[in-house]
């Protein structure tokens, strides 16, 4: 017999995987506030996948969307321009849950979903992150050299991730569960 605290009903654990993650965006100690972003990149190598932590901005459940925000120049703005695919990969200890949702890519330099974030973080320390006059991966001789343009609205961009799956894994002593969750339904998969 399952514990009564665990979800049992496939719709009832993709609620509550969006009400995580919409609770993520609001609370700075939720577990899925950093996400870790996967994207490709092509290379004279040939393609090579890449990793790195991201912040969950904005979550709208109906829309099946998830914002985050980046400097226009990085690398991952580059890759998702390239090749519109990638993958944010979730884990909550507390709940035992890890999420990997893959993603459609939108870059927004531009147009008012940029510049009402922007008027809500220039105001922040966070601001500066996308005032540097570098990109992202620039060789330094001195990091301490490097002052922020006081421009308009610098380098900001907002990455939209449009979920189209959704893989979810609980670790429980009781036994692991998985679920995919996308376009043709909600399904139970071996973990």
Known sequence: MAAPDRLQAL????????RELSRAVRDRHHAWRVA?????????????????SVVLRDCDR??????????????KAHQAERRPQG???LWSAALGWQLRLNVALVLHTGGLQVSSRWAQLKLTP???DYMAPLPPGTPLA????ITPERDSRGHFAVLECQVQSTDWLELHREGHRRARFGADGARWIAP
């Open 11 to 18: 719709p009832e654990i993709e609620a509550a995987l969006w």
């Open 87 to 89: 993958v944010l990969v």
């Open 62 to 75: 109906d829309a099946r969307r998830l914002l985050v925000y980046t400097d226009a120049r990085s690398a």
């Open 126 to 128: 966070a601001a500066q």
């Open 142 to 145: 001195d990091p301490a050299a």
């Open 36 to 52: 870790t972003l996967a994207t490709v990149a092509a290379s004279a190598d040939g393609v090579q996948p890449e990793a790195r």
